[in-house]
């Protein structure tokens, strides 16, 4: 399931077609090519649920020591690769403490997409697309959680991503 929604957000990502460069903003249809990890997910702790939080905390816990578990590869073809490891998080309690190994396993899936600098759209390998908003500030990109259907990670906030 976490591959399912990994690829679902990727290949659901198609851009919607522009032949316009940049947007009202300014934003390079090209500044998404590269490969991006996901790094945090902002989210309104008062209305959030607890996998939402848990989701956060797993992936600020991981991020902090260099352990990337969803990536994307935007490619200027308009193909991308994504990568995702969500599905094999385990959490590990004992007396110590809590841990959570970086996985070792990842599911890898290859789709198209669209970016017009403003709405970033992949379809999946079931030819359904999943759009989002997008906006930059530097190596930052943040995406609208809301919609990309992966478990603990689709609510209302951002998921945000460094590139590297």
Do not use: H
Request: proline share 2%; with cysteine; charged share 20%.
């Amino acid at each position: 399931m976490k591959n399912t929604l990994l690829f679902v957000f990727m290949t659901a990502i198609i851009w919607s077609c522009s032949n316009d460069k940049s947007n009202d903003n300014g934003t390079d249809a090209n500044s998404i090519v590269g490969t991006w990890d996901a790094t945090e997910l902002k989210i309104d702790d008062a209305t959030a649920s607890d996998d939402a939080k848990n989701g956060r905390d797993a992936l600020s816990y991981l991020t902090a020591r260099d352990c990337y578990v969803i990536t994307f590869i935007f490619k200027e073809d308009l193909s991308v690769v994504a990568e995702n490891s969500v599905n094999y998080i385990e959490v590990n309690v004992n007396a110590g403490g809590i841990d959570i190994p970086c996985p070792t396993q990842k599911d890898t899936d290859s789709s198209t997409y669209t970016f017009d600098g403003k709405v970033l759209s992949i379809v999946d390998n079931q030819g359904m697309t999943v759009s989002a908003d997008v906006t930059f500030d530097g190596n930052t990109m943040a995406i609208d959680a809301t919609g990309l259907n992966i478990p603990n990670f689709n609510v209302s906030g951002q998921l945000v991503f460094q590139k590297r």
